[in-house]
């Protein structure tokens, strides 16, 4: 299975509580990589993308219980980001059962 339907699958698999590093880790691709086919899958209408409400405190990552796990602290705190920090990936469309094979012989 290729990267891009694997993160799918994965996505798709998941309840709740898996960090997106993890899923990469599973695929085999670097972040990056599992931020554009997440991009893909949204563009596709596959998953969708929500911020998760509250985003990063106004103290910045000195008042982030997830300082440390999430990267944005080594990164220079969450100012040095545009977009929101913490969000939440799901997916819109149950997956689709293979074709039947016997169907095309009908």
């Keep these: 299975m290729s990267p891009l339907r ?5 996505v798709r698999d998941a309840r709740g509580g898996v960090r997106l590093d993890d899923i990469a880790r599973r695929v085999g691709v670097a972040r990056d990589e599992a931020v554009a086919l997440v991009d893909y899958w949204v563009a596709r209408g596959e998953l969708a993308r929500e911020e998760v409400a509250g985003g990063c405190p106004p103290a910045g ?10 990267g944005v602290a080594r990164a ?9 920090l913490l969000f939440t990936i799901r997916a819109v469309r149950p997956p689709q059962p293979p074709p039947d094979p016997a169907a095309r012989n009908a």
């Design 61 to 70: 990552c000195g008042g982030c219980a997830l300082a440390r796990a999430c």
């Design 76 to 84: 220079g705190g969450p100012a040095s980001r545009p977009e929101p």
């Design 6 to 10: 694997q993160l799918l699958a994965e």
